[in-house]
């Protein structure tokens, strides 16, 4: 700095080292979608820049902090979200998000919601064994709560009433995605609850965090904890687990998976009964020949006397 008729004067260095120190200052998450991705060929980080709808902010990224979260020639496009701070490049008075967090927007930041949720209601006993129902054997009064005629409400009555005609079936149809998901599980299950149902089955196909969310949600946890029918929950595929499945009395890996949970008693009974159709006929068979023997035997004994 210098004087110049009573005037401090900044040289360009002096004004980008203060922006940058100003800058620095300043740590914060940002949201934005990764849009480019260069690597620098000296050092092992990468120029990244994360745009909205209306704005562009370059950013720089240590390599292996981007790897953490996919293939580099994948995430073009992903939406992330990360933690950093504001900075300058003084000799070119670039301005950029120096990262030093990822993670991909959505789906990391609802885990670390959920997990803090699931400790939540571990430390109140919601998951605890001795609160969940036994289902009952031979239920017939079910209601499925799902999206009607979807994949998985079609998959639950292939393997329900399909099977086993004595059955009654319900559905509760209800949004099992998006804004409206949430209020319309809340209204629908205290309802059900009322109307003797033997067991309640609530059901979806699989999808990502996001599209699980309603399964995920407190509310709709502990209204699937009060209800006092026995409740099977399945959400997803194999690999999918959500809140609702903890909490409830039995859990299913698929929509088919708790048909056969809560038909298990009649397709053991059908068994019963096709062992003991197999075993008369068995019996019946060796009583008629044996006695058939005897009479042949008895008759010619009778023809022979004359």
Known sequence: MKKI?????????????FARETLEQLGLWVEGEISKIDKNKGYYFYYVNLKDERSVLPCIIDGHLLESIGE?????GQKVIAYGNLSLYEPYGKYQFKVARVEKAGEGLLAKQLEELIKKLKAEGLFDPK?????????????????????????????????FPIIELYTADVRVQGPRSIPSLLKVLPKLDKQNFDVVVITRGGGSIEDLAAFNDEQVARAIFAIKTPTVVAIGHEANESLAEWVADCRASTPTDAANIVTAGFSSLLVTLDNFSYLLQSKSDYYFTTNLQRLDYIYLQLVQTK
């Open 5 to 17: 008729k009573g005037r401090n004067i900044y040289s360009v260095t002096e004004v980008n080292f």
């Open 72 to 76: 580099v020639e994948d995430l073009i």
């Open 131 to 163: 609160f969940k129902k036994e289902i009952p054997k031979y239920p017939k009064k079910i209601c499925v709560v799902t999206s009607q005629d979807s994949d998985a409400y079609n998959d639950f009555k292939k393997h329900t009433i399909d099977k």
